[in-house]
Structures are given as C-alpha cells and as structure tokens.
C-alpha cells in the first residue's frame, strides 16, 4: 500500500496568512507515461463530507477558491492556502489514486490562530 | 448536478451483516464513473472500501476484500455496500461517492460526496 504522511498535523495561522500543508507519499505517484501526480486534496469541515479542492496534484476544482493551490511532484506534495479566511477552518486530507488500494493522509487541522 | 444519499440501518449486531445503500440523481449510474465507498471512523481519518465501475467490475480495499461486496442496480440507480462478520472496528461514517475517470478508464478522484451515514455496531 502506498501511506501518505501529512506534515503538520495541525496548524494555527492568522487571518490573512498563508497556511502550509505537506504531503508525502511513500513511493513516487508521478505516472511518467502521462507526467501526472495522482494526488488529490480534500477540505472536510465538520459534520460535513470532504470537499474536493485540487486534482492531478495542482488542478484546482472548478469554484475553489484561487487561495488554493497544489504543487510537488514525485513523492513531495504542497497545499497552500493564501490570505487564510475564517471559512478556511477545517481538517485538509490527501489522497493518492495512483494505485489501489487509494489511501488518504491522516489529515491536518488548520485553525485560526 | 449529480447528488449521493446513503441509507441503512444505523446500528448492526457485531458478527451480523452491515447493508448500506446509495441512491443517485442527477446522473446515470449507467452512462459512467467508478462509484464508491469510504468510511470514517469516529474522530479518525478516511478509509477507501471499495469501487464499482459502471461496467460491474468491482475493487476492494484487500484490508477487507473476504468481507466485502459492492454491487450496482442500474434499474433504482443505486449501488449497495455488504460488509460481513463486523466488529466494533467497522463502526464509522459510511460515505458514497462518485470517483472521476480519465481517458483509458482510470479510476480518479472522488468529486462527489454522499453526506454520510453513521453506524454503530453494538448488541
């Protein structure tokens, strides 16, 4: 199985800043064939479903915010969230689809600092 | 715009079977995508199940390939989770969803989500 570890586990950043999430997974996820990232992250606030927000690791979802953006390649993958807004607070998980069985990160807590 | 409902009973007896069921509009289960299923445990994070392509082939998640079985009934557009033999380890929120394919028929990211529902497992 393919483990995505997520780095911090949570984080708490003012409004306005910028948040930072890692992802890292334990083998490479770039198909060279097609020189994509199976990745995919997900914003889950609570007592909610997740949310996609980003796919082939930097494709962010139509109406997601440009706040958002997705970068890495390989096995090192980045969430960044500009100008951190109030609405922002939530648990932030990745997800590789490269290969069954699809595996998420444990999650990332941001909160307002 | 395509929506998931999840139902079934809440609770299940442990070593019974759990039967959940997601029930699709806005979309033909029929006309594409892989439809699946994750699961949360409470306070934990998100467990991949299983897929069902429109097509019928199926995959699981081999931490519980022996108990598992997804299936399709493109008639009700629904699919079904059976998952035998729980235990207090499969209590947890049961999640849907409908899974982007890109060309060649990969099975993608999850784009769309059920709101969950919760089950118990308890006597």
């Known amino acids: 199985d393919i483990v995505m570890t997520q780095s911090p586990d949570s984080l708490a950043v003012s409004l306005g800043e910028r948040a930072t999430i890692n992802c890292k997974s334990s083998q490479s996820i770039l198909y060279r064939s097609n020189n994509k990232n199976y990745l995919g992250w997900y914003q889950q606030k609570p007592g909610q479903p997740p949310k996609l927000l980003i796919y082939w690791a930097s494709t962010r979802e139509s109406g997601v915010p440009d706040r958002f953006s997705g970068s890495g390649s390989g096995t090192d993958f980045t969430l960044t969230i500009s100008n951190l807004q109030a609405e922002d607070v939530a648990v932030y998980y990745c997800q590789q689809y490269y290969s069954t069985p699809y595996t998420f990160g444990q999650g990332t807590k941001l909160e307002i600092k | 715009q395509v929506q998931l409902q999840e139902s079934g009973p809440g609770l299940v007896k442990p070593w019974e079977t759990l039967s959940l069921t997601c029930s699709v509009s806005?979309?033909?289960?029929?006309?594409?995508?892989?439809w699946d299923w994750v699961r949360q445990p409470p306070g934990r994070g998100l467990e991949w199940i299983g897929s069902i392509y429109h097509s019928g082939s199926t995959y699981y998640n081999p931490s519980l390939n022996s108990r598992v079985t997804i299936s399709i009934e493109t008639s009700k557009n629904q699919f079904s989770l059976k998952l035998i033999s729980v235990t207090a380890a499969d209590a947890a929120l049961y999640y849907c969803?409908?899974?982007?394919?890109?060309?060649?028929?990969?099975?993608?990211?999850?784009?769309?989500w059920g709101q969950g529902t919760r089950v118990t497992v308890s006597s």
């Open positions: 969803a409908r899974v982007a394919v890109s060309s060649g028929g990969s099975h993608n990211w999850f784009d769309s």
């Open positions: 806005g979309y033909s289960i029929s006309s594409g995508y892989y």
